[in-house]
C-alpha cells in the first residue's frame, strides 16, 4: 500500500482511481463494508482504488478537548487498511486552508484535479467541504458533471442497530468487549512501544510492559483479560488501563500489560495488546500489598479463562 502525505505530494500517475473518504476511525464492519465495494469497483473498472483520510480528524482540528478518544493513531489504521486490500492512502493535513474549502473547491482540488476520480464510494452520511456542505447529492451531481459515479455504501448493523465509530467506543467504554469485536469483526486493540515505567511491576512480582499512549486520550479503562502477539506467537495476559490510582504519577493514561509464563526483555518492542474480557475498573488501593492482592487475583482469574481455550492449547504447544 502506497502513502501519499497531501495533495502536493501526488503526481499524475496517481490520477485515475477509484476512491472513498472518510475518517476510518476503528475500521469498523461499516468501513469494511465500503472498503469491499470499493475494491470491487475498482477491480471492475481496472484501477487502483484509494482511501482519503484526514489527520487530525477533523473533530480532533476543531475541538481538540471535547474530541473523543482515538480507536486507531493513523499507523495503527494504515495497517488496518492496507490489511483490507487498500493501494492507496490520500492522507490529507486537517488545517484551516482545507476546512475553509467550499466542497465545490474540493471536489475540484482533491477528487477532480489530484485524484482524477472514476467512481467515488462514500458511507451513507458522509458530508464534507466548509460547514459540511458537500453531501451524497451534492457529489452525484459534481459526478455527473465531471465524469465520475458516485454510490452511497449499504448500511451495516449488528443487532438491528448501525455500525458506527461512535456505537464502538461506546461499547468500549460500557466494558462490553464482545460487542466491540462483533463492531469491529476482530478484538479491540492498540499498539505502541514499550517503555521504561517506575520499576514497581518487578515489586509487586508482577513485571508490566508499559505500552507507550504518547497524550493519547484512551477509549477504555480498567483491568483486562489480553494478549499479545510476540514472534509470531499469542501469549495470554492481564492488563491495566488507565491513570493508576494507587500509584503516584502523572495523572495521565498508562497502558501495562503483564504477560503470564513470560520471562524476557520486552522494552523498545513495538507491542499490541488485544482486550478480550473485563475484569474489572481500576480501584484505588491504600497500599502497595493491596494492589498485589488484587494483581495476583487478575492473574488467577486470567488463568481460569484462559484453561482450555485456544490460546492455552497454543502454549501448550511449546
Ligand atoms: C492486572 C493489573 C491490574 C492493575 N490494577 C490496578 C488498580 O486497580 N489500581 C491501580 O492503581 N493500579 C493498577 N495496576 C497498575 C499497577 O499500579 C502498575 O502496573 C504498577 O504500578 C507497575 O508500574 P510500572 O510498570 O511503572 O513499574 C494494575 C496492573 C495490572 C497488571
Ligand atoms: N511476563 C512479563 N510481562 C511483561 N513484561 C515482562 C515480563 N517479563 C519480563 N518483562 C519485562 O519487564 C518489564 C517490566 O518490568 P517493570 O518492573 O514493570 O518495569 P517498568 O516499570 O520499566 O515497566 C517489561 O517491559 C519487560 O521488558
Known amino acids: ?22 475518517n476510518f476511525d476503528g475500521v469498523h464492519r461499516g468501513h469494511q463494508a465500503i472498503l469491499t465495494r470499493l475494491r ?13 483520510i484526514f489527520e487530525p480528524q477533523p473533530r ?12 486507531t493513531r493513523l499507523r495503527e ?25 467550499s466542497a465545490w473547491a474540493f471536489v475540484q482540488s482533491v477528487l477532480v484535479e489530484g485524484l482524477g476520480v472514476r467512481h467515488l464510494e462514500v458511507g451513507d452520511d458522509f458530508r464534507f467541504g466548509c460547514d459540511r456542505a458537500g453531501d451524497f447529492e451534492f457529489l452525484c451531481q459534481a459526478g455527473a458533471a465531471e465524469g465520475f459515479t458516485v454510490e452511497a455504501a449499504v448500511t451495516v448493523e449488528v ?16 466494558g462490553d468487549l464482545p460487542l466491540a469485536e462483533r463492531l469491529l469483526g476482530r478484538p479491540f486493540s492498540l499498539c505502541g512501544r514499550v517503555l521504561h515505567g517506575q520499576k514497581l511491576g518487578r515489586q509487586l512480582g508482577t513485571p508490566t510492559a508499559n505500552v507507550q499512549l504518547k497524550r493519547r486520550r484512551v477509549p477504555l479503562t480498567g483491568v483486562y483479560l489480553v494478549s499479545t502477539e510476540l514472534d509470531g506467537r499469542r501469549w495470554p495476559g492481564v492488563a491495566n488501563i ?21 520471562a524476557g526483555d520486552l522494552y523498545g518492542r513495538h507491542l499490541c495488546v488485544t482486550f478480550h474480557h473485563k475484569l474489572r475498573d481500576e480501584e484505588r488501593f491504600a497500599s502497595l500489598n ?8 487478575d492473574i488467577a482469574a486470567a488463568r481460569a479463562y484462559w484453561q482450555g481455550k485456544p490460546l492455552t492449547h497454543e502454549l501448550e504447544q511449546r
Open 77 to 101: 489504521k494504515l495497517e488496518l487498511l492496507a490489511a483490507q486490500g487498500v493501494d492507496r492512502v490520500l492522507c490529507l493535513a486537517f488545517n484551516r486552508r482545507l476546512c475553509e474549502l
Open 159 to 174: 443487532d438491528g442497530l448501525r455500525v458506527s465509530s461512535t456505537r464502538l467506543r461506546a461499547a468500549l467504554s460500557h
Open 1 to 22: 500500500m502506497q502513502l501519499v502525505r497531501g495533495l502536493h505530494n501526488l503526481r499524475p500517475q496517481h490520477r485515475g482511481c477509484v476512491a472513498t473518504i472518510g
Open 290 to 297: 493491596a494492589l498485589k492482592a488484587a494483581i495476583d487475583a
Open 60 to 71: 480532533e482540528f476543531f475541538s481538540p478537548q471535547r474530541a473523543p478518544a482515538r480507536l
Open 242 to 262: 488507565g491513570v493508576r490510582p494507587s500509584v503516584t504519577g502523572d495523572g495521565r493514561a498508562h497502558l501495562e500489560a503483564h504477560l503470564l509464563d513470560f
Open 40 to 52: 470491487e469497483r475498482a477491480t471492475e473498472l481496472g484501477l487502483p482504488n484509494c482511501v482519503v
